[in-house]
């Protein structure tokens, strides 16, 4: 339905109703988190749980922020909850070899891209002449 290779980001659409997971659009540096994943560094078909916090929430070119530790391999795509609250505050998208730094993409951002693409689709779905 959706993807920037550039962002680390692809959005799937699904042919039935999926429960959403409770957001918090809210992010500050020294939040604490908790990553679920499917590390490699874990058990073979085994999920994983990584703990870390918010190092810089400013977006860099690619709309991701920082997380203070590396994310395991495996990892990409997996949510990051907040410890405080439990509400899915980012996606790991991977990690800085460089810097040891976790990438995450913000759930506002994320957020965003589904509203576009909502009204992409209203438009398209929308009738011949009729006003938006």
């Known amino acids: 339905m959706y993807h920037d290779k550039h962002k680390d980001v692809a959005i799937l659409e699904v042919q039935r109703e999926l429960a959403a997971p409770v957001l918090d659009m809210a992010i500050s540096a020294g939040d604490m988190y908790y990553v679920h994943g499917q590390s490699t560094q874990a ?8 703990h870390g916090m ?15 530790n590396i994310s395991g391999k495996g990892d990409s795509g997996g949510g990051c909850f907040s410890v ?25 951002v994320i ?6 693409l909502a009204a992409q ?5 929308q ?6």
Not at 121 to 125: K, Q
């Open 43 to 50: 058990q073979a078909d085994a999920t994983s749980i990584s």
């Open 54 to 68: 918010v190092a810089a929430t400013e977006l860099d070119a690619l709309s991701h922020i920082r997380g203070d």
């Open 84 to 108: 405080a609250t439990g509400k899915l505050m980012a996606l790991v998208v991977g990690g800085d070899p460089t810097t040891k730094k976790a990438i995450l993409v913000p759930i506002a």
């Open 111 to 116: 957020s965003s891209i589904l509203t576009d």
């Open 121 to 125: 689709r209203r438009r398209r779905e």
């Open 127 to 132: 009738p011949p002449g009729c006003a938006a």
